[in-house]
């Protein structure tokens, strides 16, 4: 089965990832780590990658395709997309190279979340620069306001994480991945709508149960 996972950064989308890959025994296919792995294993198409990498060019649609396709062939066509496809374009010619290997997007679950609520739970975000942990002012604040619980380190809040670039990197969702949900709309795959506004546990049984439905 292969499912594709979008959503509005702040959605969940890493913890449901994490939560069902452990529920079906799927592989999670994350576009960043997979280029990561591409380039530091120096692959060929990790090399190529690597030369538009290094010009600062965005890497073509082309060669991202021939990249994740090479990753859900090794997952055994058994995997959750996330963070790709990114946009239309790549949505298209996902569905046309899966095509070739005779199979296609068995799910498209889109965790719905409005934007006021994505930016009340990002911009409230802080995290331990030294340990790494992660709370949240309102719903999981350190026991000592602005000290890490595990460490005793200052926690901060991360430049992406302020309201200002929250917004616009909601501005790019809804300009770029928003058409992909479209698009899956009206193709063949089942399109799974679920609340993302729900805590994770809900979240999480509302996908299982959709997904043995689909």
Do not use: W
């Amino acid at each position: 089965m292969i499912v594709i996972l979008v959503g509005p950064p702040g959605a969940g989308k890493g913890t449901q990832c994490k939560k069902l890959v452990e529920q079906f025994d799927m592989k999670h296919l994350s576009s960043g780590d997979i280029f990561r792995s591409e380039i530091a294993g120096k692959t060929d198409l990790g090399q190529k990658a690597k030369q538009h990498i290094d010009k600062g060019e965005l890497v073509p649609d082309e060669l991202v395709i021939d990249m994740m396709i090479s990753a859900v062939k090794n997952a055994d066509y058994n995997c959750i997309l996330d963070g790709f496809p990114r946009t239309l374009p790549q949505a298209e010619q996902l569905d046309k190279a899966l095509e070739k290997e005779n199979t296609k997007i068995d799910a498209v679950i889109e965790l719905a979340v409005n934007d006021e609520t994505v930016v009340q739970r990002i911009s409230k975000r802080r995290v331990c620069p030294d340990c790494g942990a992660v709370y949240h002012l309102e719903t999981m604040p350190p026991m000592q306001d602005g000290i890490c619980d595990k460490c005793g380190s200052k926690i901060i809040q991360r430049d992406d994480d302020k309201r200002e670039v929250v917004l616009e990197r909601l501005e790019t969702y809804h300009k770029m991945t928003e058409p992909i949900i479209s698009h899956y709309k009206d193709a063949s795959a089942a399109y799974i709508e679920i609340d993302g506004s729900q805590r994770p546990e809900a979240i999480t049984n509302d996908i299982a149960q959709r997904l043995k439905e689909a």
